[in-house]
Nanobody, 126 residues
Framework: QVQLVEYGGGLVQAGDSLSLSCAAS????????MGWFRQAPGKERVFVAAISGNSASTSYAESVKGRFTISRDNAKNTVYLQMNSLKPEDTASYYC???????????????????WGQGTQVTVSS
């Protein structure tokens, strides 16, 4: 198991940038693929981005491609989500997730991840 804590949410205006981070503890961080998911009120949790343990592979939802960038620093046990050109539809609670994997195949379904953070709220005003 790995424990995850997200940081960096807040209230921004459309077009602004925001960076989220997720600190992990408990196991060898590089053994885990890391993902970001988001959930808007009344909607299901959906995939945003994910990165493999050695950063060789990344995947993004179509809605955030070109605007969001996922990265990780295994020395700091931290994964990041840089969000640029934010839109009101990006408003949601953002969750960090981890799944143990030793290959580079990225999973985008939430049920593939078995470690979750508590979430951080991102609100984008128009």
């Amino acid at each position: 198991q790995v424990q995850l804590v997200e940081y960096g949410g807040g209230l921004v205006q459309a077009g602004d940038s925001l960076s989220l981070s997720c600190a992990a503890s408990g196991r060898i961080f590089s053994w885990y693929h890391m993902g970001w998911f988001r959930q808007a009120p009344g909607k299901e949790r959906v995939f945003v981005a994910a990165i493999s343990g050695n950063s060789a592979s990344t995947s993004y939802a179509e809605s955030v491609k070109g605007r969001f960038t996922i990265s990780r620093d295994n020395a700091k046990n931290t994964v990041y989500l840089q969000m640029n050109s934010l839109k009101p539809e990006d408003t949601a609670s953002y969750y960090c997730a981890a799944r143990r994997s030793f290959n580079t195949v990225i999973k985008v379904q939430s049920n593939e991840y078995d470690n979750w953070g508590q979430g951080t709220q991102v609100t984008v005003s128009s």
